[in-house]
C-alpha cells in the first residue's frame, strides 16, 4: 500500500508537464501528451466509434472545435502523427452536399454548430492543410465556402431585424433563438474568407453580421471603453428580453472576427478601434491573476460538458488576434503565458499523471478531466508558438486550397428550407407537414421509424 502510493508519486512526479515556455521542443511535448489524453475520447478509428465524432456525452459540435486545436497543433509543432485522422474526420463529417450538414446530426445541428466547424475548416485553408485526399470532395477552401453560403442563405430579416436563428432546423428546440455564436461564426467566417480571398463580398457581409450584432444589442460596444458580449435573445419578444450571460467563445469568436477585419481591411481604424474594447472586454471578464478562467460557471462549478471546452476557441482567437493586430501582441501574449504557466501544473492529473483540470488557479489538478479540459489546455499551451510559424496565410501567400465562390447554393438543406420559409407563411397544420416533409426528405425512410 505504501510502497504504492510512493510509487504513484514518483511518477506522478516525473510525468506531471514540466515547460519551458521559451522552448518550442519542450512545448510540443507537453501539448504531445495532452492531445493523446483528447484522444482517449475519440473512438473514430477504433471498432464501434465513429470517425469524426469523439464518444458520447460530447456532441457533434465539440469535434469541430477540438479539431480545430489539433490543426493548429499540427501546423505549429509540425508533428504529421493525427494528419491522417483529422484528414478523414474533416471528409467524413462534410455531409451528403459538402457543406457540413451530415445526415446524423439533423436532430441536434444549429447553425453555431455547423459555424464552428467551419472555422475549423477555414483554419485548414489558412495553414495549407493537406488538400482532401477522396475523389469527389471539393477543397478545403470550397467546403469553407458552403458552409458559408449556406448560413448565410439562412439569415432572417423577418424577425428581429436580421440574423440567424439559434437552430438549422424547425424541429429542434431553440428554432425561436437567436444566438450570438451562430452570428459570431458568420461573421468570422465572412470576414476569414474576405481577407483570404480577397473579395470585397465576404466582407460587406462581415460588416452587416457586426452591424446587427451591435443593433440588436448582442454586442454591447459603443460608448464604453470594453465590450460586452451576451448570448442571444427570443424572436418571441422581438430580441428585447436578452439573456446578458458572457461566455468566452462568444466574446473570443467575435474578436477574433474584428481582428480578420482589422486585417483584412489594412488596418483600418474602425476595426482598429472594436478589436482594443473587445479585447479589453476579453481580459476584463475571462482573466483573473494572469490566469483565463470561464466567469459565467466555474467559480458555481456548474460548467457544463459544452462550456468546459469553451476557452480553447477563446484561446485559439486571442492567439489570432496577436498575429493579425500585432499592436495586441504585447497584451495578449503576456497573458497566455502566465496562463500556459498555469495549465502545466494543472495538468498533473489522473492516472497518466498529466490529466488536466479545469480550473487553472489553483496550481495543482483540481481533480476534473474531460474533453473540454484537454482541448482547453492544448489550446492555451500552444498560444506560446503563435509566432513562430508564419502567420496565417491568404490565397495570394501560401495557400493552395481550391475553392468555390458557389458551393452550397444547391444543397438540399438551402433548397428544402428556403421553400418551407416561403410556405410556413400558412397555417400551423401546415407548417407542421411541411417539418414532417422535410424531415422526410432529409433523413429517408428512417423518419418513420421516430413517429
Ligand atoms: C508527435 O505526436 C505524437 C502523438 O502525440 C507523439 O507521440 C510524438 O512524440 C510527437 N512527435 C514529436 C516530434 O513531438
Ligand atoms: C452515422 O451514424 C451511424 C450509426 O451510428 C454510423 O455508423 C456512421 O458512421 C455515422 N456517419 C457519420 C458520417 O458520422
Ligand atoms: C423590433 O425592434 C426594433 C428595434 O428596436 C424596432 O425597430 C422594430 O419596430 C421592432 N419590431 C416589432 C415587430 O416590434
Ligand atoms: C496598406 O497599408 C500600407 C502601409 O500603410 C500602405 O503602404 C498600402 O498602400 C496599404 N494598402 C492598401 C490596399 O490600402
Ligand atoms: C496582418 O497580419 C500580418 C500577419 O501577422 C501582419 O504581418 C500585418 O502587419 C497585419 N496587418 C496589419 C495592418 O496590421
Ligand atoms: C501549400 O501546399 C501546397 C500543396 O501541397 C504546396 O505546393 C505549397 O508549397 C504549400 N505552401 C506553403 C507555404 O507551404
Ligand atoms: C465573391 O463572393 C461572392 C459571394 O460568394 C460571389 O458571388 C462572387 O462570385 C465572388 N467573386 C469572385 C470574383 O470570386
Ligand atoms: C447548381 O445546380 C445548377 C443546375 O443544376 C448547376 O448548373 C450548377 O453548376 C450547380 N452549382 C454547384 C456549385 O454545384
Request: hydrophobic share 40%.
Amino acid at each position: 500500500m505504501i510502497i504504492s502510493i510512493l510509487l504513484l508519486s514518483i511518477f506522478k512526479l516525473t510525468t506531471s508537464l514540466d515547460i519551458d515556455t521559451s522552448d518550442t521542443k519542450s512545448i510540443c511535448d507537453a501539448t504531445a501528451l495532452i492531445q493523446q489524453g483528447l484522444m482517449d475520447y475519440y473512438w473514430g478509428t477504433q471498432y464501434g466509434g465513429t470517425v469524426g465524432m469523439f464518444q458520447p456525452p460530447y456532441y457533434w459540435w465539440e469535434a469541430g472545435e477540438a479539431f480545430g486545436g489539433m490543426i493548429e497543433n499540427w501546423y505549429l509543432c509540425g508533428n504529421t502523427s493525427y494528419e491522417s485522422m483529422l484528414m478523414d474526420a474533416f471528409v467524413a463529417q462534410t455531409g451528403p452536399d459538402y457543406d457540413y450538414i451530415p445526415a446524423n446530426q439533423t436532430m441536434v445541428e444549429g447553425n453555431d454548430d455547423q459555424g464552428i466547424w467551419g472555422l475549423t475548416i477555414m483554419n485548414a485553408v489558412e495553414r495549407n492543410f493537406t488538400a482532401p485526399n477522396k475523389d469527389g470532395v471539393p477543397g478545403w477552401l470550397a467546403l469553407s465556402q458552403a458552409v458559408f453560403n449556406t448560413m448565410w442563405s439562412r439569415w432572417d430579416d423577418a424577425h428581429c431585424q436580421g440574423g440567424l436563428r439559434w437552430q438549422i432546423f424547425t424541429w429542434n428546440s431553440g428554432y425561436n433563438y437567436k444566438n450570438t455564436v451562430a452570428n459570431a461564426c458568420l461573421f468570422q467566417m465572412a470576414a476569414r474568407l474576405g481577407r483570404y480571398t480577397g473579395n470585397q463580398t465576404y466582407l460587406d457581409v462581415a460588416s452587416k453580421v457586426f452591424n446587427w450584432l451591435t443593433e440588436v444589442g448582442f454586442v454591447v460596444i459603443d460608448g464604453q471603453d470594453y465590450a460586452n458580449v451576451y448570448d442571444g435573445a427570443s424572436i418571441d419578444d422581438n430580441c428585447t428580453d436578452i439573456t446578458t450571460l458572457e461566455w468566452s467563445y462568444n466574446h473570443g469568436i467575435v474578436l477574433g472576427g474584428a481582428a480578420f477585419m482589422y486585417n483584412a481591411t489594412n488596418g483600418s481604424s474602425t476595426w482598429q478601434n472594436r478589436v482594443d474594447k473587445l479585447l479589453t472586454g476579453a481580459t476584463t471578464y475571462f482573466f483573473r491573476n494572469g490566469v483565463m478562467y470561464e466567469s459565467a460557471c466555474q467559480d458555481g462549478n456548474n460548467c457544463n460538458n459544452d462550456q468546459r471546452s469553451f476557452r480553447s476557441i477563446f484561446s485559439r482567437m486571442l492567439s489570432f488576434t496577436s498575429i493579425l493586430v500585432p499592436e495586441t501582441a504585447d497584451i495578449i501574449d503576456p497573458l497566455m503565458k502566465s496562463t500556459a504557466e498555469a495549465v502545466a501544473k494543472s495538468c498533473s492529473g489522473g492516472t497518466d499523471g498529466h490529466t488536466c483540470g479545469l480550473n487553472w488557479e489553483k496550481g495543482t489538478w483540481d481533480g476534473q478531466y474531460g474533453l473540454g479540459e484537454q482541448m482547453c489546455a492544448l489550446e492555451a499551451m500552444q498560444s506560446l508558438l503563435i509566432h513562430t510559424k508564419p502567420p496565417l496565410y491568404t490565397q495570394y501567400n501560401g495557400g493552395s486550397s481550391v475553392g468555390d465562390a458557389n458551393a452550397g447554393l444547391n444543397s438540399s438543406t438551402t433548397n428544402v428550407l428556403k421553400n418551407h420559409l416561403n410556405i410556413s407563411n400558412g397555417d400551423r397544420a401546415g407548417a407542421a407537414i411541411v417539418t414532417a416533409i422535410i424531415l422526410a426528405i432529409l433523413l429517408g425512410g428512417a423518419v418513420w421509424m421516430l413517429f
